[in-house]
């Protein structure tokens, strides 16, 4: 018989897509991962918000473009309700600006449907272990064309979702405070989320931040 402390090494998944073959397929490959515990498959996020509501769910792997509510809609819906879910974007768009729009609404990782089942499971299990997950191709795209900017997404990708949250309204110029009300936790938070932007970016003030967050396009 489980232990709880041993079900909670196991993953909960919810995959989104909708090509519900795809989804099907997939579920079929991740469901044999030793982490994880069970897979619901949906088509629409609207289905994915109403099973939050009553389900706990470690991971949403979700596709970008669904109809009613594509991925980022989702993310950021999932990022603001549940933020304790990591949210894995898995999709053919590899346009920069959805990646940077997809990683500012909330998503701890974004990956290419071309990835191997090696990296999928990489991702999964890093998102799990709090951390984000964004692979060597996905950074290739939004750093292109500045010579320091490879150094920039290795920094982009040690950020926690939360992070970039506050990391884009300092950019946005609201205050401490401000950022508290509008993220729903304390200053105490803000500030040590503030703290720990600086020391993993290597910037002394604010204006490192906001340099930081515009070259990124996060200020937008």
Not at 105 to 114: F, H, I, N, R, V
Not at 118 to 125: D, Q, T, V, Y
Not at 140 to 157: P, R
């Amino acid at each position: 018989m489980l232990k709880k402390s041993d079900l909670s090494r196991f993953m909960q998944i919810i995959l989104v897509d909708d090509h519900q073959l795809f989804g099907q397929s997939l579920s079929s490959l991740l469901i044999q991962m030793e982490e994880v515990r069970n897979i619901n498959v949906f088509r629409r996020g609207t289905e994915v918000l109403s099973f939050l509501e009553n389900n706990s769910v470690d991971v949403v792997i979700s596709d970008l473009q669904m109809p009613e509510m594509n991925g980022i809609e989702l993310a950021t819906k999932i990022h603001a309700k549940f933020p304790d879910i990591k949210v894995l974007i898995l999709t053919i768009d590899d346009e920069p600006h959805k990646i940077r729009q997809a990683i500012a609404a909330g998503a701890s990782g974004y990956l290419l449907k071309d990835t191997d089942k090696a990296e999928l499971e990489e991702a999964i299990k890093k998102l799990h272990q709090g951390m984000p997950y964004y692979s060597e191709k996905v950074l290739k795209i939004i750093t292109t064309g500045e010579k320091d900017k490879s150094l920039i997404s290795k920094e982009l990708a040690q950020l926690s979702a939360r992070e970039i949250d506050v990391l884009k309204l300092v950019a946005q110029e609201y205050s401490t405070n401000e950022i508290a009300d509008l993220l729903f936790v304390s200053v105490n938070t803000v500030e040590s989320h503030r703290k720990s932007l600086m020391k993993k970016l290597d910037v002394k003030n604010v204006v490192g931040l906001i340099k930081f967050a515009m070259r990124h396009k996060l200020a937008e």
